[in-house]
């Protein structure tokens, strides 16, 4: 009777062990599934896309914070119509209004965004926070752009409301001077996608 038991818990032990063993497996190559569609579309080395999924987590954290949630709600409020926006980004792209441009840099918002940034220059060289329509709310440096609602860095991460992270090809960026690659995480009110965070990653090979 004793050696049955022992049998029977043995073969617990086993399928436990099985069980385990399998979901690391499968995790394993889902990463470096991921880690390789990187590398082969983008150009990414190995290196950084452990980055880019280690700061997907430390960012979907920064969108938690009720600074950024409130400014986007904020911002939402105002309903500003799109004639209005693009009014803005005329003055955005032509160097006017610069004094607009600061202010999203320096309001609650753009000062907590710069204090993440500056935690480590070497890597993130960019972040910021979009409305429902892609108009900025806060960043840190400027941006090139005012408006971002055509790019797919803020469609695709909006997702209709629905709201999903998206990672944006390798690429040169104007504002920053750099090749980087940008990552957008969905802003929450009550599980209701307000907003996108952006934050641009410093490419490492």
């Given at each position: 009777?004793?050696?049955?038991?022992?049998?029977?818990?043995?073969?617990?032990?086993?399928?436990?062990?099985?069980?385990?063993?399998?979901?690391?497996?499968?995790?394993?190559?889902?990463?470096?599934?991921?880690?390789?569609?990187?590398?082969?579309?983008?150009?990414?080395?190995?290196?950084?896309?452990?980055?880019?999924?280690?700061?997907?987590?430390?960012?979907?954290?920064?969108?938690?914070?009720?600074?950024?949630?409130?400014?986007?709600?904020?911002?939402?409020?105002?309903?500003?119509?799109?004639?209005?926006?693009?009014?803005?980004?005329?003055?955005?792209?032509?160097?006017?209004?610069?004094?607009?441009?600061?202010?999203?840099?320096?309001?609650?918002?753009g000062k907590l965004l710069y204090n993440h940034i500056?935690?480590?220059?070497?890597?993130?060289?960019?972040?910021?926070?979009?409305?429902?329509?892609?108009?900025?709310?806060?960043?840190?440096?400027?941006?090139?752009?005012?408006?971002?609602?055509?790019?797919?860095?803020?469609?695709?991460?909006?997702?209709?409301?629905?709201?999903?992270?998206?990672?944006?090809?390798?690429?040169?960026?104007?504002?920053?001077?750099?090749?980087?690659?940008?990552?957008?995480?969905?802003?929450?009110?009550?599980?209701?996608?307000?907003?996108?965070?952006?934050?641009?990653?410093?490419?490492?090979?």
């Amino acid at each position: 009777m004793k050696t049955k038991r022992k049998n029977i818990k043995v073969g617990r032990m086993k399928a436990l062990f099985f069980t385990v063993f399998i979901f690391f497996c499968c995790f394993n190559n889902a990463l470096f599934a991921q880690s390789e569609l990187w590398k082969e579309d983008r150009q990414i080395s190995m290196r950084m896309s452990s980055i880019i999924n280690t700061h997907i987590r430390i960012v979907s954290r920064w969108v938690q914070n009720p600074v950024l949630i409130n400014s986007v709600i904020k911002q939402n409020q105002k309903k500003v119509p799109l004639e209005e926006i693009m009014k803005i980004e005329k003055q955005w792209l032509a160097g006017e209004n610069n004094d607009f441009a600061i202010s999203l840099q320096k309001n609650r918002a753009g000062k907590l965004l710069y204090n993440h940034i500056s935690q480590n220059p070497k890597l993130y060289v960019e972040a910021f926070l979009c409305d429902e329509k892609g108009a900025v709310v806060a960043e840190y440096p400027k941006t090139t752009n005012y408006w971002q609602g055509e790019e797919k860095k803020i469609s695709k991460s909006y997702n209709s409301g629905k709201g999903q992270t998206y990672v944006g090809p390798l690429s040169f960026d104007e504002s920053t001077q750099t090749n980087s690659v940008q990552i957008s995480i969905p802003v929450f009110d009550k599980k209701k996608t307000i907003g996108v965070l952006i934050v641009g990653l410093k490419n490492i090979k």
